[in-house]
């Protein structure tokens, strides 16, 4: 059964910081890893999708990573500003679960001015 | 403006009242699929839908229906919800085939509390 972790669970830097947060999965087997950002009261936004043949993907201050035969992702966040804050969640698809995602619990990033 | 809609966004109801939350989605995806999302335990999907007519269970099923009428709606059904399905709900529709770049897009949750 493929089991998600993140670390840290809760983060709070001041601005400007550059920051990683972490996701580990226990069955390398993916098909794809999914970075997304939850904000309070609202659903999840997409931010990065690496496939399991590729090693990063960029999207402005972001850079995800994939380790799949270490079961690991890395979403660096570079000069981290206040609207930032949210909880990146990252969740992985298996190869043999149609489109089901299993997520991990998240990291709770605080950014202060 | 791709998007999922869900109905409603809060909704506080009693033990055994039968509700339903409504979901829509304007992207003509034929993968429809319900997340239930509680602290400790992440999100986990409830039921999911390959097609019209076309519903399987997820991994926490229990004490939920779906239906798949039109391709655009998938509702998630409590006939009879209790204390333990409090929680907050995500629908999230998807693409096929399945392609590693294709994304999965979420609502914006309905967050549910039975009394």
């Known amino acids: 059964k493929q089991e998600v972790t993140q670390i840290p669970a809760a983060l709070s830097v001041p601005e400007g910081e550059n920051l990683v947060l972490n996701c580990s999965f226990t069955?390398?087997?993916?098909?794809?890893l999914q970075w997304f950002r939850q904000d309070p009261g609202k659903g999840l936004t997409s931010l990065l999708l690496?496939?399991?043949?590729?090693r990063e993907q960029t999207s402005g201050r972001l850079n995800a990573s994939l380790d799949k035969s270490s079961g690991r992702s890395t979403l660096y966040i570079a000069a981290s500003q206040p609207g930032d804050s949210a909880t990146y969640l990252c969740?992985?698809?298996?190869?043999?679960?149609?489109?089901?995602?299993?997520f991990g619990e998240g990291t709770q990033l605080t950014v202060n001015p | 403006e791709a998007q999922v809609t869900q109905n409603p966004r809060y909704l506080i109801t009693v033990t055994g009242k039968k509700l339903t939350v409504t979901c829509s989605q304007n992207?003509?995806?034929?993968?429809m699929s319900w997340y239930r999302q509680d602290p400790g335990l992440g999100l986990r999907q409830i039921y999911y839908?390959?097609?019209?007519?076309?519903?399987d269970k997820g991994d926490v099923p229990e004490g939920y229906k779906v239906s798949r009428k039109e391709k655009r709606n998938f509702p998630l059904i409590l006939e009879s919800p209790s204390p333990n399905q409090t929680s907050l709900y995500f629908c999230?529709?998807?693409?096929?085939?399945?392609?590693?770049?294709?994304?999965?897009?979420f609502g914006p949750g309905t967050r549910l509390t039975v009394t």
């Open positions: 969740a992985v698809k298996r190869e043999t679960s149609g489109s089901r995602l299993t």
């Open positions: 069955d390398s087997a993916i098909y794809n």
């Open positions: 690496i496939q399991s043949s590729q």
């Open positions: 992207m003509n995806h034929e993968y």
């Open positions: 839908s390959m097609n019209v007519e076309v519903t």
């Open positions: 999230a529709s998807f693409p096929l085939p399945f392609t590693q770049g294709n994304e999965q897009y």
